[in-house]
């Protein structure tokens, strides 16, 4: 059962890399640390820990069968996936909620 999550976490995580991959232009974004706001930016590491965490999930929790290779890497696979997309919903509401306030902010100057 470790070999089986072992595995699941590599292949979630390299989807969520190739995720970041395709978001970013194929350049890949290396951690760095924020001065505004403070913080640490762990870029690319951050995609390949949610897919890697979203596969682990999905394949000690939604398979009965996670010793068969090909369903271990497609759930895998489809985890990791998922897991970007949540990821790009996030920041695209949070790209909405940034331009409704510059909308706000350019009718109450006109």
């Known amino acids: ?15 969520g890399v190739i995720a970041h991959l395709l978001r970013n232009g194929k350049v890949l974004v290396f ?3 924020r001065k505004r706001p403070k913080g ?3 870029g690319f590491l951050a995609d390949f820990f949610i ?7 999905a394949v000690s929790y939604l398979i009965p069968e996670p010793e068969v290779l090909r369903t271990l890497i497609g759930v895998s696979i489809l985890a990791g996936m998922t897991a970007e997309n949540v990821l790009l919903k996030r920041e ?3 790209e909405q ?3 409704e306030g510059l909308d ?3 009718q109450r100057m006109n």
């Open 1 to 15: 059962m470790t070999n089986t999550l072992v595995i699941a976490g590599l292949i979630g995580g390299f989807t």
């Open 31 to 33: 951690p760095k640390i």
């Open 40 to 42: 640490v930016y762990l």
């Open 51 to 57: 897919g890697s965490a979203a596969s682990i999930f």
């Open 92 to 94: 695209l509401s949070i």
């Open 97 to 99: 909620a940034k331009i």
């Open 104 to 106: 706000r902010i350019n």
